[in-house]
DNA sequence: GCAATTTGTTCAGTGGTTGAATTAAATGGC
DNA sequence: GCCATTTAATTCAACCACTGAACAAATTGC
């Protein structure tokens, strides 16, 4: 009776299609490639071995397929150690295959390229109101932004293995913007107005190279990408002028079956509260949302971009405000009370605040962590953690980069078998 | 820029661990029977090769093994088409492995077994009061449905390759049940308790032969066992003396990562609303659990099992009284405002009523559909779906077995290496 | 300088898939 | 009733990638 299965083990999908002959070559390939980078410390063929269980002699095979295809780079120094032939690390390459990450937002543009060990190689950032223009003249500004990406990319000597790019509205799994309120953009077909710039990326492996995706699922998974040691399963809340929450579990975004979850704004809070743009009512956003706490702490009708709001608001707050701190406290209240639900549903024990709540974390996370405490049916055994995001709006960019060169790790058989 | 891939596929763990020599035949094993399986006409081996894109020379060999290990048989009367050698179809067997589903209730015990087919081939409910009962005694009488269940097994010429237990409340990864309020058991460790019950079952492939799970969760698992072609993603609420819920995502249960998901009893409704005996206030429980349902219908200090007093509900608000009626209003709209919250989290587009909601789903419906249309961001696009169960009391027993042999299913190889 | 130790490679052996050829079992035209 | 046609399933040599053991390489310590 001793150890227990679990039901979550029960349903595991190791395979989805048919295991052909290759596919053991391919599978042993993700299998060395996710235990090189599971570490700090570069690991030895043996030590790989030893670990996944494989032989020597299919590490030291698979290692060569690896560093033939520049994703795996063998340390220089020899790490010493005790007796016997020394060791020889190996690391993840960073001539490889890259990630490009591009986000359009409400008023900023962003573009990075990030390599296969994580790093961000390059980043541009360009304040630019997009509210006025249309979402043609949008992407065109976007495709500035990433054709630079992609001349520092070359200029390193790395590859682009495809590109994701963050918009803040719902988007189908055909990349069609099907909203992005706070843009004024409906039914906008992205890959098709991309479809006239060729410089983005070349296809690989019959990978098409650009996602569109909700740009606070890629937040989130920038913030998975910024704490490569961190929690596996968490919440990250996005306040911008809406409210939008990434969930990631075990690793992984969870998208919906569509890819619209993570819709936090119109949890409700109070069923009788204010009408919300939504048309329910007592929505968290009617809360929490900028405009609601902007009008709160007696900004209301100053339209400004989400971290500058976020940032005079905290300025505010510091300066003993006491309107702005009411009303800080009435939105993280309500706040705690909608990811106390979440909580509850998800068994989570991490949430993250980011976009513009990451600049007023320090005074949301005390109300919220007072609601989860008292909400949480599991709180008593074990407490939540609330605390800020580790990138700021760079977060979905990243984010997005990161999710392409993971993508990489997981599946390097389709990077190594690519034409060129 | 044609088609698009997802985030989701971009972290897909098609590998746990290292593939071995032998896991290749391992894989395809799952692969085909997954197939077989998956439909309700029987596959020919040609019509597996060309859907899974394995040669026909190794679908014989893969389903030679399975006919061998009696996961697979033959379907005797040829299926027939067109010119050509007739295809011989292919069925699960139903004289091979078979699952043991469990529950402990406050009110009932039950146990059931179901083959490889899914078929429901033993089930037994013995109604017990067992509040008065303490655990071991409560596990006592269990063993001897269990005992039964294993003969009536045997004589049908099945192997129990597993069990699972229900029980309603929190669960550790040990199979401790850290608290089950409505029976009054906590820390009970049940594995323990039955440890001395060898008549269980045996263990299969180093694979403990029980899991102890959440009644709601494994409710919910019974809910898709019973609609093979239904949706893979819904929220299953379970409406006893608590509220709990189970959600499935992609044929899977979600357990969160300590199993403790699925909380929505305590998910916030009105958070200034009355105290909760969790001690939050205006927790769901507090508007739509049995209790407080009972109260406004004027039934107070009732203390009913959870299906006789929903019955009884039922037969007033069938009758027309008013105080029912507006009482199951109130408690479908708190319920619709709550699963609003979750179905605008996750994008589920199913709800699925259990528990003693499914006997009076009749009344809960319409408010609860009324709230997703209101506040489900998503609603205008595509409708939330809302509908009582397919299994009545029997949901968590059938669901457990059912987690065994999809198990199995997915992992035959574990059966087939079996010592016997 | 030599035994001990640990790393990494080489190589014959093997399991399981591959693909083509072959056999099996039916239909349909004449 | 016979034979070409068609589709299903099996057989078999070839091959791919892993296995296990032996071996070469590189360092420490006595």
Redesign the interface.
């Known amino acids: 009776?001793?150890?227990?299965?679990?039901?979550?083990?029960?349903?595991?999908?190791?395979?989805?299609?048919?295991?052909?002959?290759g596919?053991?070559r391919e599978?042993?390939l993700?299998?060395v490639l996710r235990r090189i980078a599971a570490t700090d410390r570069p690991p030895s063929r043996a030590e790989i071995a030893a670990d996944?269980?494989?032989t020597r002699a299919t590490v030291s095979a698979v290692v060569d397929d690896l560093i033939a295809g520049r994703l795996v780079t063998e340390a220089d120094p020899a790490p010493r150690t005790g007796a016997g032939r020394p060791a020889r690390g190996l690391l993840l390459g960073d001539t490889g295959p890259a990630g490009l990450g591009l986000e359009v937002n409400v008023d900023y543009l962003a573009a990075c390229v990030v390599d296969l060990t994580g790093a961000v190689r390059h980043h541009e950032v360009r304040r630019v109101d997009l509210r006025p223009l249309s979402p043609a003249d949008a992407l065109t500004d976007l495709v500035a932004l990433a054709r630079r990406a992609r001349t520092a990319a070359d200029d390193a000597g790395l590859g682009l293995a495809?590109a994701?790019l963050a918009v803040p509205g719902?988007v189908d799994?055909?990349?069609l913007v099907?909203l992005a309120p706070n843009l004024g953009w409906r039914d906008v077909d992205v890959?098709?107005l991309?479809?006239g710039h060729p410089a983005l990326t070349d296809p690989v492996d019959g990978?098409?190279?650009?996602?569109?995706?909700n740009e606070a699922?890629?937040a989130a998974?920038g913030e998975l990408h910024a704490r490569p040691g961190g929690p596996q399963?968490f919440l990250h809340v996005s306040g911008e002028i809406g409210i939008g929450?990434g969930?990631v579990?075990?690793?992984?975004?969870?998208?919906?079956?569509?890819?619209?979850?993570?819709?936090?704004g119109?949890?409700?809070?109070?069923?009788?509260g204010p009408t919300c743009r939504?048309?329910?009512r007592g929505?968290l956003e009617t809360y929490a949302g900028q405009e609601a706490v902007l009008a709160a702490a007696g900004l209301a009708g100053v339209d400004l971009p989400a971290d500058t709001a976020a940032r005079r608001l905290a300025d505010l707050a510091c300066s003993g405000d006491p309107a702005a701190l009411d009303a800080l406290h009435a939105a993280g209240?309500a706040l705690g009370?909608?990811v106390?639900?979440?909580v509850?549903?998800?068994?989570?024990?991490t949430v993250v605040l980011g976009g513009g709540y990451a600049t007023l974390a320090q005074w949301l996370c005390p109300p919220v962590l007072a609601?989860l405490d008292?909400?949480?049916?599991?709180s008593g055994?074990?407490p939540v953690t609330v605390r800020p995001a580790a990138l700021g709006a760079e977060s979905a960019a990243v984010g997005g980069a990161g999710?392409?060169v993971?993508?990489i790790i997981?599946?390097p058989s389709g990077w190594l078998s690519r034409p060129g």
């Open positions: 009776m001793a150890v227990l299965w679990h039901c979550q083990g029960v349903t595991d999908t190791r395979t989805a299609g048919a295991v052909r002959q596919s053991l599978l042993n993700a299998v996944t269980g494989l495809g994701a719902l799994a055909r990349g099907r890959p098709a991309l479809a990978v098409p190279p650009l996602v569109v995706e699922n890629l998974l399963s929450a969930i579990l075990d690793g992984a975004l969870f998208r919906g079956s569509r890819g619209w979850s993570g819709e936090l119109h949890v409700p809070v109070d069923p009788g939504c048309g329910a929505c209240t009370v909608a106390s639900g979440v509850n549903l998800l068994d989570l024990d609601e008292a909400r949480v049916l599991t055994w074990s999710a392409v993971r993508r997981a599946r």
